[in-house]
């Protein structure tokens, strides 16, 4: 079974050391070396927002998105190994159109986060990392089961976050840009639902 954990923040104290020591880390590429860009990413927006005294649904915000791209990037790179090897026609065209969809809510998610002064990772987090490998070393249809495995485990994560978010947000515009993509997200996700029915019963 694989897991996919929504990513718990470390300690405020463990945050600020980590955006002095690691601020370069949100511009990593997904190759680099044990570092974490999504722990990298929160913790720079952590010990902002401690700057400036402001609110927990404020904080709530800045892990929103940074959660919320980790899982894109993930869910990009499922679509792209989904397109390279899976072995149903249904897997790859699946992969095919989620890597587009994914690079437009990416596209949204960073022009919203500078706009709002805050980090997101440009490379996957270190949960994100290690199932996505996990997936990778599968062979045969155990490929085209794991990624939609995977993949449904990231996109209920993104369904209930966009879900809670809309309503939820400190910022007018998050709340916004969760209720401009809830449906898209769920209309997906009822998209991966049907094609792991669909090769439910391969070997």
């Known amino acids: 079974m694989l897991h996919l954990p929504f990513v718990t923040l470390p300690s405020r104290q463990l945050l ?3 955006a002095v020591a690691l601020p370069l880390l949100a511009s990593c590429s997904s190759g ?14 952590d010990s902002r927002i401690s700057a ?4 927990a649904k404020q904080e709530a915000d800045a892990e929103f998105l940074v959660k919320t791209t980790s899982n894109a990037l993930l869910e990009v790179e499922l679509g792209k190994l989904a397109q390279a090897r899976a072995t149903t026609s249904v897997v790859r065209a699946y992969g095919t159109r989620l890597v587009q969809q994914r690079l437009e809510l990416l596209s949204a998610i960073r022009a919203l986060a500078a706009a709002k002064n805050l980090v997101v990772p440009s490379a996957l987090g270190g949960d994100e990392q290690a199932a996505y490998h996990e997936v990778s070393t599968k062979a045969g249809s ?5 990624v939609m495995e995977l ?5 209920k994560q993104d ?21 401009k993509y809830q449906s898209p997200v ?14 439910e019963d391969l070997p």
């Open 16 to 18: 600020f050391a980590l």
């Open 151 to 155: 993949l449904l485990k990231a996109q």
């Open 32 to 45: 680099g070396s044990g570092n974490d860009a999504t722990e990298a990413a929160n913790a720079q927006n």
């Open 186 to 199: 769920q209309e997906q996700l009822a998209g991966a639902e049907e094609v792991a029915d669909t090769i």
């Open 142 to 146: 155990q490929i085209d089961k794991s």
């Open 52 to 55: 400036e005294d402001v609110t």
């Open 159 to 179: 369904e209930d976050a966009m879900d809670d978010m809309k309503d939820d947000a400190y910022d007018g515009d998050i709340r916004g840009f969760a209720a």
